[in-house]
């Protein structure tokens, strides 16, 4: 079935007219259209799929990684679970990022704005405004403007919850309606954003339907899940709960088998997804209709390095996934001592990896040396790593990375991005929906109900396949096999010496008994969320929300959580987070300063930046 993001390239070149709509000395510009030609069912269509072009965060002719949708930055490495990577002189604003000392010159959040307002917002007013001229003319139907209209307002609903997730309160609403963007102010009541985005929300899910046949298409399911999520923003769990509990009722969706599934190309758009991002490659030179957000997010050393080693896994959140006898997380004493790393330890230098019992979700999160990767041979350590003092011991993360034996034929054949890839990047999953009603009702003191749904997913990781492959050597080879070769059942880098038979670590899970009150179903509601969808861009805002309830995140404060990682973290990166420190004032990102300039007397930025 052909995926929505081949035609993306052709919708960029049709919609370049209604982008400007300014006569240029009176000629018509080479390669423009006519903005009348899309005054029927064809060119809207065309001018959504321009719009739905902007939900990655890059449009074709300018990519931007601080305008990922799967916010890597401001998600992840602003987090404890991941690092920046690479290493310091790469890259410098992430640093700052990172570091929670950004400036309101940075220009990462300012692509985040520039391509959630600038673009994805505009075109999807603009493509609202044609739907109903459209429709007035009589060229439509009613049922068909709606339609359409319904997936236009759910794109612009997830560009303003992507802004609002960087941004908080501090933007401006616009509307198909509005006159003049450029005096519109970003001061707004309480409540006035969110509902502003629930409210499309709401209109699309009344609309659309079910299922699409063309992967990538808004559903209804898509748009009840991100108003639950933008709900669980502010804790509104009472709204968020209605709409979770109509997605497990009503939805056809279930948990896969295996917990990898959700990251394996072979299984895009599977039972569990709800909406998928879709990455398509080779279609177009450099592969642009893929996630190009994430595009120097892959191994940058030795044979398998291509570019450009950026965001790492922290050491602090491998060691969350450290397990009791009881095969249960170590809530209070996870970070007290470190799990083995190779930091310093050169590939052939001996090594050998943590026999502690960890959650078996670890290696398929995190790339440590000794441990199989994917179907590339085991990891050798700091011979795959640009530089450990500054990225730290772990490969990029590999969530969305692809198999050796799925390289240049699933990924890109052209461009420097090389580990850009055919992987999606499921946005809303049935994962996602489980463990949010599980925090639901944790925060309803429903310590059972809760108890439930956490199972679920423990139980689906306890039951999935687990990284095979136990490594014996501890000094590596550097010998490099040729690309293509079938390294599973002997692995080209240790002469043989893996047991395929055997899991690569000591992986124990267990289900929890019970709960004692809903105080400690939170504590595991958001532990589970951690280790479920570590590095997956989610990290820092779940602190963020979480840090506004009665007892926060297990008792401490997302400040304390922050700046205890960091301090811990100099174990491991000796000067990288030195100095480093976490306040109330760093929850969300600055108002670009170009804007507020540009914007003077309209925009205001953030009181926490002035």
Same mark, same amino acid.
């Given at each position: ?22 006569? @240029? ?51 992840? $490495? $602003? ?9 310091? &002189? ?46 007035? $003319? ?20 997830? @560009? ?216 590339? &041979? ?136 019970? @709960? $004692? ?23 820092? @805002? ?69």
């Amino acid at each position: 079935m052909k995926k929505l993001s081949i035609l993306m390239v052709i919708a960029i070149l049709l919609t370049m007219s209604y982008s400007c709509s300014e006569d @240029f000395l009176t000629k018509e510009p080479p390669g423009s259209t006519s903005e009348n030609v899309f005054y029927d069912a064809t060119g809207i269509d065309a001018l959504l799929i321009g719009t739905y072009a902007m939900v990655g965060g890059s449009s074709l002719w300018e990519i931007s990684w601080g305008a990922s949708i799967q916010n890597w930055t401001y998600g992840s $490495a $602003a987090s404890d679970d991941a690092y920046k990577g690479s290493e310091e &002189g790469d890259q410098t604003p992430v640093n700052d990022i990172e570091r929670w000392q950004v400036q309101t010159t940075n220009n990462y959040p300012a692509d985040k704005w520039q391509r959630a307002f600038g673009m994805g917002v505009d075109r999807a007013n603009k493509t609202i405004k044609v739907i109903n001229a459209t429709e007035e $003319a009589g060229t439509i139907t009613s049922a068909e403007a709606e339609q359409f209209r319904a997936q236009a307002r759910f794109l612009r609903g997830l @560009f303003y919850f992507e802004a609002r997730l960087v941004f908080g309160d501090f933007i401006p609403i616009l509307d198909e309606t509005t006159e003049d963007p450029t005096q519109v102010s970003n001061v707004n009541p309480d409540g006035a954003v969110l509902k502003f985005i629930t409210d499309d929300l709401a209109y699309a899910a009344g609309i659309l339907p079910a299922s699409q046949a063309q992967p990538g298409r808004a559903t209804k399911w898509a748009a009840k899940a991100l108003a639950a999520r933008a709900f669980l923003q502010d804790l509104k769990y009472t709204e968020a709960e209605a709409l979770i509990d109509e997605i497990i009722e009503d939805g056809d969706f279930s948990l896969v088998d295996e917990f990898i599934d959700n990251f394996n190309i072979a299984t895009n758009n599977n039972s569990e997804s709800i909406f998928e991002i879709q990455a398509n490659v080779n279609d177009i030179n450099e592969s642009l209709n893929a996630e190009m957000g994430i595009g120097l997010n892959w191994p940058h050393g030795g044979d398998i390095g291509m570019c450009c080693g950026f965001h790492c896994p922290s050491q602090n959140l491998f060691n969350a996934y450290k397990v009791d006898a009881n095969g249960l997380p170590m809530f209070d004493t996870f970070n007290d001592t470190d799990l083995a790393n190779d930091a310093g330890i050169a590939s052939d230098e001996a090594f050998t990896p943590t026999n502690h019992a960890l959650d078996p979700r670890v290696d398929h999160t995190i790339s440590r040396r000794g441990i199989p990767y994917k179907d590339w &041979g085991i990891n050798r350590g700091s011979n795959w790593v640009r530089k450990q003092t500054d990225g730290g011991p772990y490969l990029p993360v590999p969530k969305p990375f692809m198999k050796q034996s799925e390289r240049f034929s699933l990924s890109t054949t052209t461009g420097w991005q090389t580990g850009i890839n055919a992987n999606n990047y499921r946005y809303l999953r049935y994962t996602h929906i489980i463990l949010w009603k599980a925090e639901c009702r944790a925060a309803a003191n429903d310590p059972a109900g809760a108890l439930t749904y956490v199972n679920m997913i423990r139980e689906r990781a306890k039951n999935s396949t687990p990284v095979m492959g136990k490594v014996s050597l501890t000094k590596l080879p550097t010998s490099v096999y040729p690309w293509g070769a079938n390294t599973t059942s002997a692995d080209y880098m240790t002469g043989g010496e893996v047991d395929w038979t055997k899991p690569a670590a000591n992986y124990q899970i267990e289900l929890y008994s019970s @709960f $004692a009150n809903g105080n400690e179903a939170m504590r595991a509601v958001q532990w589970e969320q951690r280790l479920e969808f570590a590095t997956e861009g989610m990290r820092f @805002f779940d602190l963020r929300r979480w840090d506004d309830l009665p007892n926060k995140i297990g008792g401490k404060s997302m400040a304390e959580i922050l700046n205890g990682f960091a301090q811990a973290d100099l174990r491991v990166r000796p000067s990288f987070l030195a100095g480093a420190n976490f306040g109330d004032n760093d929850k969300y990102q600055p108002i670009p300063q170009a804007q507020v300039d540009q914007q003077g007397g309209v925009i205001e930025q953030r009181p926490e930046y002035k």
